[in-house]
């Protein structure tokens, strides 16, 4: 069974960072992109950040400078380094990959739990 298990989230004052990681455990044939998205209270989920496969990085444009992707592809693991945080970062954080799980098996998304990200002001 594959899971994706994320970790350190967290309450941070504004202006402080954090560092999320999500690993992909179980057996897996292939991992393509993995990426990061959030969950504001009353909102839509929406895309932080993603990574392909070739390390190719793409941000939404209010994390743009803050926020870094990058992935240790011998762990299947992807990490979030959130910088400057601001309020309006708070939310949970949902980690998403999408692998095949054996040779025969269609590309397919998976996500994690969650994390909660909460910044004080």
């Known amino acids: 069974q594959v899971q994706l298990v994320e970790s350190g989230g967290g309450l941070v004052q504004a202006g402080g960072s954090l560092r999320l990681a999500c690993t992909v455990s179980?057996?897996?044939?292939?991992?393509?992109?993995m990426g990061w998205h959030r969950q504001a209270p009353g909102k839509q989920r929406e895309l932080v950040a993603f990574?392909?496969?070739?390390?190719?990085?793409n941000y939404a444009d209010s994390v743009k400078g803050r926020f870094t992707i990058t992935k240790d592809n011998a762990k299947n693991t992807v990490y979030l380094q959130m910088n400057s945080l601001k309020p309006e970062d708070i939310g949970v954080y949902y980690c998403?990959?999408?692998?095949?799980?054996?040779?025969?098996?269609?590309?397919?998304?998976?996500w994690g739990q969650g994390t909660q990200v909460t910044v004080s002001t």
């Open positions: 998403n990959a999408k692998l095949r799980r054996t040779s025969n098996s269609p590309w397919a998304y998976y």
């Open positions: 990574i392909s496969s070739g390390g190719s990085t």
């Open positions: 179980g057996s897996i044939f292939s991992l393509n992109t």
